[in-house]
């Protein structure tokens, strides 16, 4: 591929993934938009229901006492005494009745208060905190009532310290008015309510002055900062105690609606619905958290980009899949030419390794022979010159005629030369050139055999072999293996050249399955330079002109052929090799 092409090739890729990236942000776009607004309509549905069901509720509770002050004022006893406020009589009468109505009605509070605004007579007339003898002329409920109005106001109590609904209606003696009763009932269970539903709800007066809510850190605080004129009204009716400047919001606005808005209180950002309650004045709001519709957007964003990313995501692997199949299916083609080829390569290959094998096996053998060469011709050569002292022998008996002498002489001659027979045999039988043939092997004769060959390297070695005898057998090639073991016998015997003692030691240990031959020489064992690389070709620890450092390594090739293992390691004294082979089945 040339640098252009790769170039051309990345920015295409480059591209696609480009295009890719903006599908996937426009989608997402557009889903959170979407699943904003949707969201954000839920919430001002579900805001409006709640609020107007909040509303009825809210205007329940006061509309059921709404007319009870001009119920109270229709009573005799309360006009009496607003004519002859001194008699007793009247006072005890309208205190009694105002306890009674009290009780019976469920309200907090039950007064009578008159022109002047002085309280003639109330409902908790015994009680240390008495509303008798106050003036409320200040209070806003009090003016409207003397107007003919029935007042309504929110407040706390001034002698109660207690803040409730007072609800007040003028009591008449023909067109004057002489006085006026009121009531004050309790909304904090309204306000209750909500703290225990977590309904964020909120009331408030015409300035804005929030009186119940949800949140009682809110309470008593207006939702922008008031007026001159405001404050000093709420300051003269003592409407909420000392007020102070406490604005809820940072940024003034207009009063909340039904349509909602955001709005910024305390450091947190609200939706807020409003809903005017215009017979009593009061503004009642409903606060949400518009982060639900922001995290519900931000899922559904995440849910589109991620639907969007894997469908392209999807798009991409098939056209993939679909060009890669293309290319296998090319690919696989020329495959199975090139395997073809290949095929017939290793099969050539093949064979002239394993001819390569054979010829380094047979190599090894004769490098074998070529060592035991003069040992082997010491071996024939006492016999040869005992033979012909024997046939001298023979010749001069027999001029005696000494017949027993000279078919004793002639026996010994037979020996001798079965002797020298067995010692060319083995010599052909180990030089023989032949492919492994793994069969059933009795031990006892390839030990008898290796031992054979190598007499004269022992003899000249003066060393000492201590063997063992043995019914077993194993898989094998008995040629192969006699080959091993004339190495590895011959390596023990070398290493131990320079010992005083040189004692080399054949055992063996048999399982079911496997039988472990063990040539142990008493030298002095092998370096770590050796066991790393004791396998290796042409690698020897003797002196240079007594070995090519093949041995090891034809021996190795040969027991991994038939399926055995050659390992080695030091013991105290000396060296041991370990040739684990398989045992022959139905042998003993």
Known sequence: MTATSARSGFAAAFITFALA?????????????????????????????????HTRELLSAVERFKNLPALLGADASLLALLQAPDNTANINAANNYLSFAQVRSGVSHAYLIDAQGQTRAASNWQQPDSFVGFNYGFRPYFMDAMTGKTGVFYAIGVTTGEPGAFIAAPIRAGNRVLGVVAVKIDL????????????????????????????????????????????EELQRTRQYGDIAQNPLRSQPGPMPARQGETLRADHQTFLVLGRPIESLGWHLLLFSNPERAVNQGLLVAALAGLATALTLAGAGLGWQYRRRRSDRLAARHELAQVVAALDERIATRTAELTAAN???????????????????????????????????????FLSRDDTPSARKNLAHIGDLCTRMGNIVGELKAFARKEPARL???????????????????????????????????????????????????????????DQPQRQLDIHLVATEAEVTLSIRDHGPGLSPQAQAHLFEPFFTTKPSGKGLGLGLALSQAIVKEMGATLTACNVAPGAQFDLTLRRAPDHE
């Open 188 to 231: 904090t269970e309204i306000e209750d309510s909500w703290v225990r539903s977590s309904t964020p709800l909120a009331l408030t007066d015409r300035y804005g002055v929030l009186f119940l809510s949800a949140h009682p850190e809110w309470r008593y605080r207006s939702l922008d900062t008031l007026s001159s004129d405001a404050l």
């Open 439 to 497: 069969h059933a092997v009795p031990l006892s004769g390839v030990i008898s055999s290796a031992l054979m060959l190598i007499e004269p390297h022992r003899h000249a070695a003066n060393a000492h072999i201590k063997s063992i005898s043995t019914n077993l057998w194993v898989m094998g090639d008995s040629i192969r293996l006699e080959q091993v073991l004339v190495n590895l016998i011959r390596n023990g015997i070398d290493a131990m050249e």
């Open 21 to 53: 990236v903006v599908l996937v942000l426009a989608a997402a776009w557009l889903a959170y938009g979407a699943a904003h607004q949707r969201t954000l309509d839920e919430m001002q549905s579900k805001g409006t229901a709640q609020i107007e069901y």
């Open 358 to 396: 054979d010829t380094a096996v047979q190599t090894g053998k004769l490098a074998l022979l070529g060592q035991m060469a003069a040992g082997i011709s010491h071996e024939i050569s006492q016999p040869l010159a005992a033979l012909r002292t024997m046939a001298d022998n023979a010749s001069v």
